[in-house]
């Protein structure tokens, strides 16, 4: 297989045959792949063209994977504050029985991890979604008619279901997502995904505010039978989208392949700068007898260092986003409300609603500026930040405890502002990141890792947090302090920057000895009046520039 340098040489040495330095137009100076970014230069890409659009169309087909997520998560925060529903189940907003009855949806998720990666390689990114969300719709069908039966178990059964639904679903949505987006639009795309997951939230949470209006059963039997709605289209429309370009290719489907990048990502045009770089890259990087074919094999998650590297990556962030303290304003929101003295439910299930249309706001803002700033440098400030938001809250929450109204609305006040951080900087990297740092080969077994991660840490969150806010109350938020401070440090020194690459281009920088300062690098490029590169420099991080062409 030819490696990424010797793509390069080729690239820029058939224009060094005709071109010499003296023919040197223009000078730029650049973050990540030098072919990437001829290709924005000579071919700038259109973002309203009507195949983008129609790109665009698709992946929100996409993106309702990760409602289903947002949709549970939000639903238990909301429906522990329904008095019929912890009666008719005989729980509490907090403790252990709590932490029970909601982990069943995390236990579900940690059984589908073996099943994650053949659901999604062996038929393709489509089949992975449609398989996942019939599971979810099966699963809220045994979970609401239990209603009839009153069976406890039934509905743990139905909560199963949906989490081993939506540990499938939840990464065949953003693998296929990455996959057939523009290389240009990628990051700004599978950014938005993750706002769904919000959307999912505030429909739940808006069912079960307006549930409260009726009496009984009914009151929270509305929100968790509306938890069809989104897996239930994904059922519908998944046979109407394209299927992953990359996919089609590893498969024998050039031809299709070739078809797919043509129409939306060349405007039409099979000889686009876009197409060729792809389909060189295809040819150059996709194993076409990987073990992503063979459904027992996960060798190429372990198979050498670049390949570790890449899972540390994947791993790190998946299980980072689940402990910067999300989980407690997610499912436990009412339980911290509780703590802040806030114990009316209406007013704490209005919380719930406007917590949620802020995460969409920001969550949305965010995914526009994941390729302007840099995914390491979103990562590195939400981590700062939420770190400083929850000494806000810990000191306020001190307070509120003394039964002061003021540091009541105070601890309030600074979840809102967690939230707009968190929502900023970590929800569109939650989906983005984790999928683009694995290759080809590893990438849908490379997500069941992803999802282990996720589930160790909602159910870390699911059992442990409960119980001490039930024991140590407002105290318990001292360990978000100190561990979003850890968080910030690690990534800066081990998390690389995959902005201005495509999937592929970041095979070179998985394989440099430094992987994080690899990433970091600019590279100035002289280029002629065609925008084609005549020659280009690394500079270093210190300012070092060395020739390479």
């Given amino acids: 297989m030819a490696t990424m340098t010797e793509k390069h040489s080729g690239d820029i040495q058939e224009h060094d045959e005709y071109l010499d330095k003296q023919a040197v137009a223009e000078v730029k100076v650049v973050t990540g792949d030098e072919t990437f970014n001829q290709a924005m230069l000579k071919e700038p890409p259109r973002p309203f063209s009507s195949s983008a659009l129609l790109l665009y169309a ?73 398989i996942a969300a019939f599971i979810i719709v099966l699963g809220v069908i045994i979970q609401g008619t239990c209603i009839r039966t009153a069976s406890v ?16 679903i939840g990464s065949a949505g953003p693998i296929y997502v990455v996959e057939i987006s523009h290389p240009a639009h990628r990051g700004v795309v599978t950014g938005l995904y993750n706002v769904f997951w919000p959307v999912g939230a505030i429909v739940a ?30 059922v ?46 295809y040819e150059a990087h996709l194993e076409m007898n990987g073990a992503d ?31 910067a303290g999300n989980g407690v304003v997610s499912y436990f929101l009412v339980g911290f409300l509780v703590t802040a003295g806030v114990t009316d439910s209406i007013t704490q299930n209005n919380l719930a609603v406007g917590m949620n249309a802020v995460q969409i706001v920001f969550a949305a803002l965010g995914a526009c500026f994941v390729d302007r700033l840099g995914r390491r440098k979103m990562l ?30 105070a601890t309030v006040a600074m979840v809102y502002i967690f ?12 989906a983005l990141y984790p999928v683009e740092v694995l290759s080809f080969e590893m990438r849908a077994k490379g997500m069941a890792f992803s999802n282990l991660f996720v589930s160790i840490g909602g159910l870390v969150n699911q059992f442990g947090f409960p119980v001490a806010l039930q024991n140590i109350g407002w105290e318990t938020y001292i360990v978000f302090c100190v561990w979003c401070a850890v968080q910030t440090i690690i990534i800066y020194f081990l998390i690389p920057e995959t902005k201005n690459r495509t999937l592929e281009e970041l095979d070179a920088i998985f394989a440099s000895p430094n992987p994080r300062k690899a990433s970091t690098e600019k590279k100035k490029l002289e280029l002629d009046a065609n925008a084609n590169i005549v020659h280009f420099q690394v500079v270093g991080n210190n300012g070092t520039e060395r020739s390479v062409l």
Avoid at 153 to 168: A, D, E, H, K, Y
């Fill in 58 to 130: 698709f992946s929100l087909v996409g993106f309702f994977c990760s409602t289903t997520n947002g949709y549970d998560g939000s639903l238990f925060g909301t429906l522990l504050a329904n008095k019929a529903f912890t009666g008719f189940f005989n729980v509490q907003d907090v403790g252990i029985w709590t932490g029970i009855v909601t982990s069943m949806y995390q236990i579900g998720s940690v059984v589908a991890i073996p099943f994650i990666g053949p659901a999604i390689d062996t038929f393709g990114r489509k089949f992975g979604m449609f």
């Fill in 153 to 168: 178990g039934q509905f743990m059964g139905g909560r199963f279901l949906l989490g081993f639904g939506v540990g499938i």
């Fill in 205 to 234: 949470s808006g069912a079960a505010r307006g549930g409260l209006n009726y009496v009984g059963n009914t009151s929270w039997l509305i929100p968790l039978w509306l938890q069809i709605m989104f897996p239930g289209l994904i």
């Fill in 236 to 281: 519908l429309l998944v046979w109407f989208l394209p299927e992953s370009p990359r996919w089609l290719y590893v498969h024998g489907k050039t031809e299709k392949a070739k078809a797919m990048l043509a129409k939306f990502h060349g405007n039409g045009n099979p000889e686009s700068e876009w197409i060729k770089l792809q389909l060189w890259e």
């Fill in 293 to 323: 074919k063979r459904w027992w094999d996960y060798r190429a998650v372990f198979k050498n260092r670049s390949s570790l590297y890449r899972l540390m990556s994947n791993c790190l962030v998946s299980l980072f986003g689940q402990w």
């Fill in 380 to 409: 590195i400030g939400v981590n700062a930040a939420c770190c400083l938001c929850w000494i806000g809250v810990t000191i306020a929450c001190s307070q509120a405890a003394t039964g002061s109204k003021a540091a009541s609305a």
């Fill in 419 to 430: 939230q707009v951080c968190y929502s900023f900087g970590w929800t569109p990297m939650q």
